[in-house]
């Protein structure tokens, strides 16, 4: 199997890990000292805009979805978008119906993350068998697909999307209309999808992933069906990235033609690529550069296009574990020169 750095880059050589010394890993430090400051975010909307970090949290979802695919497992999908688009129209569709009866926001969302779910099963069934730039290929294929199918199915709204999404009452009770109600129930749903990708990642079945990325025919000798430990890191990844999608659907109460396509499922690998491939945090960091130059610099119209390129090309020349994997290596060859050093006087 070709890992994703033998698609975009050589192999770095590995580092020497430093046992921890703290029992609570460090992604997730960095997770409780930034939830203080998003907590506070609707208290000050002129600082941060809570619907624009409500934006940056759902894609950062979206890149940590994808990173559990590219970065834990090896596979390099250019379809990532039909998850994306086709649970934030499942969603779209079951709130602008059904949300005057009071239909379940709950069940709209879990509805969109099946049919993201059943899209990858089909997706990775079919790709799967394959390795490297045919899996690629494939994935890439089923994605257009997918795209051809919102195009042409009417209830879609095809190149007008569907608009003015309602976001209904959680639980019943708390109005999600409004945007402080939606910005908290959009900061947990990513705190607990976050705490599940980091404990899938750290869990028996992430160490079998990470042999498959590194050395599948090794996984194959010691006995694991590699195919379907494949397929289910995939819909694994698949289901979140269409949690992403329907809470992205409700937060701009919009689902466009655009997350469907090619577009989306590149810019979310590029996320993955700037931030860090296989890297606890490195997905919300290229997420919110990404979607903070979109954002920010939207006035220059196809201008933002080139200032992106140009700023992927910098990442991948000057730094190329990634912002946050550089980061971490240099911590990490700081802690080395440390602990010799420490050695050396005993």
């Excluded at 294929?141 to 209904?168: C, H, K, N």
């Excluded at 999600?176 to 947990?188: I, K, P, Q, R």
């Excluded at 860090?276 to 997905?283: E, F, H, I, S, V």
């Excluded at 296009?305 to 020349?317: M, P």
Aim: aromatic share 10%; glycine share 10%.
């Amino acid at each position: 199997m070709s890992a994703p750095s033998t698609l975009f880059a050589a192999r770095l050589p590995a580092i020497p890990a430093i046992p921890a010394t703290s029992a609570i890993p460090t992604s997730i430090r960095i997770l409780l000292v930034l939830l203080v400051p998003a907590l506070l975010v609707p208290a000050f909307p002129e600082i941060a805009y809570p619907v624009f970090i409500m934006k940056v949290l759902c894609y950062a979802l979206f890149a940590l979805a994808f990173n559990l695919l590219i970065g834990f497992t090896g596979l390099v999908s250019f379809g990532h978008a039909a998850f994306f688009g086709w649970s934030g129209y499942t969603t779209g569709i079951l709130m602008i119906r059904f949300a005057d009866k009071g239909f379940p926001v709950e069940l709209a969302i879990l509805a969109g993350v099946l049919v993201a779910t059943g899209i990858g099963w089909v997706i990775g069934k079919l790709a799967i068998r394959r390795t490297g730039i045919y899996f690629s290929m494939i994935t890439l294929a089923l994605s257009q697909v997918a795209y051809f199918l919102a195009v042409q199915i009417p209830w879609t709204g095809g190149e007008d999307g569907m608009q003015g999404i309602p976001r209904g009452k959680l639980l019943g009770l708390v109005d999600l209309s409004v945007d402080n109600h939606m910005y908290y129930f959009t900061l947990g749903v990513f705190v607990l999808a976050f705490l599940l990708i980091h404990r899938i990642v750290h869990s028996p079945f992430g160490q079998v992933l990470k042999a498959l990325r590194d050395n599948a025919p090794r996984a194959i000798s010691l006995g694991y069906d590699t195919d379907r430990c494949k397929l289910y890191a995939f819909m694994l990844s698949a289901a979140l990235a269409g949690l992403a999608g329907s809470l992205k659907a409700l937060v701009l109460q919009l689902s466009a033609l655009n997350d469907v396509m090619l577009s989306t499922s590149t810019e979310v690998l590029l996320m993955t690529l700037l931030g860090g491939l296989a890297t606890g945090w490195g997905p919300v960091v290229g997420a919110t550069l990404v979607v903070s130059l979109q954002n920010h610099l939207a006035q220059l119209g196809g201008v933002v296009t080139i200032i992106i390129g140009l700023t992927f090309i910098v990442c991948v020349s000057f730094f190329r574990r990634g912002l946050v994997g550089e980061w971490q290596a240099l911590l990490q060859r700081r802690q080395i020169k440390r602990h010799n050093a420490t050695a050396l006087d005993a």
